[in-house]
């Protein structure tokens, strides 16, 4: 591989990495109570979340001028172990033995796509 595909590989992951903040960001004003539906979308966690969003969707578009589209969806893939990891360190959520053999196969398979795609 060479620099130039992972300066945009790096974008790519940037993009997936800011996504999954946004997400962590919708969750926690999710959790809480707002005495109005107005309140409940217009508050600093969403207005963040979604600006966020909109970043990570630019990185991605630039990431893809570069990128091959075979290697998009593997580099994506790197969300569900930020989220997961996100959840367990933040949210405090548990993991099961069926949570820790879907990461082991979604490494797995961004792995295999590392070494021999």
Known sequence: MDLI???????LLAG???SSVSQVL???SA???YDSLLQQYLN???AVAYTMFFASSLLTIFA??????SMGPVLEATSYIYVTVFGVTIFKEKMGMRN????ALIMAGIFVYARWG
């Open 16 to 18: 997936v990495l800011i």
């Open 44 to 46: 600093p966690y969403v």
């Open 5 to 11: 595909t992972v300066k945009y590989a790096a974008c």
């Open 100 to 103: 820790y053999l879907a990461l």
């Open 26 to 28: 919708l969750k926690k």
């Open 31 to 33: 959790m809480k109570q």
């Open 64 to 69: 893809y001028r570069k990128l091959p589209l």
